[in-house]
């Protein structure tokens, strides 16, 4: 990180901001062209789970090149000073790297929207055998992950 001054070292900070987040933006590579996307998430213990249709682009790409980059941030106000050259962003966000897998099993698969349900709030509910078939989730095992904030005063 050019700007260590911003940098968030704290794993429990770093985790916080994972927790609060409402969007996580997945970056992936395909034949060198990059692809992002904004999706549903959850976060426990070292791993994000994404809840994603079970076909499109986003899924052929990972069965082809797992190796994935994540964004998610929080905090975010536009900061005007002065002329607009001189306006900055107030923010805290995680940049991390990880390897993204198919859940296939349906209990790891119930346990995973478990996660992400809880995220936004939700009680756990049952899934039916056919909304496990008709829904693809995403684990990615995070490898390396650093905070950023902008604006703010060390928490």
């Known amino acids: 990180m050019q700007r260590r001054d911003q940098e ?11 927790q609060r987040a409402t969007v996580c933006r997945i970056a992936m590579a395909e034949d060198n062209v990059p692809y992002v996307v904004p999706v549903s998430f959850g976060y426990r213990d070292g ?8 076909e499109g682009r986003k899924i052929d790409i ?12 929080v905090d ?9 050259c001189a306006w900055s962003m107030r923010y805290r966000s995680v940049v991390g790297l990880g390897r993204a897998y198919l859940v296939e099993d ?9 996660i ?3 995220h936004y709030g939700g009680e756990p509910a049952g899934y039916s055998d056919k909304a ?6 995403i684990r990615v095992k995070i490898e390396e992950m650093t905070g950023k904030q902008s604006g703010h005063i060390n928490s």
């Not at 791993?47 to 079970?54: D, F, G, K, M, T």
């Not at 349906?106 to 478990?114: P, Q, S, V, Y």
């Not at 496990?132 to 989730?137: N, Q, W």
């Open 47 to 54: 791993c994000l789970y994404i809840h994603s249709a079970p």
């Open 116 to 118: 992400i349900v809880e």
């Open 106 to 114: 349906a209990e790891e698969k119930r346990k995973a929207l478990d």
């Open 132 to 137: 496990l078939r008709e829904v693809a989730v």
């Open 8 to 18: 968030i070292t704290d794993r429990t900070e770093i985790e916080s901001i994972l």
């Open 76 to 84: 975010e106000e536009l900061v005007r000073r002065g002329e607009p």
């Open 62 to 73: 990972l069965k082809r090149n797992d190796r994935v980059c994540f964004e998610v941030d």
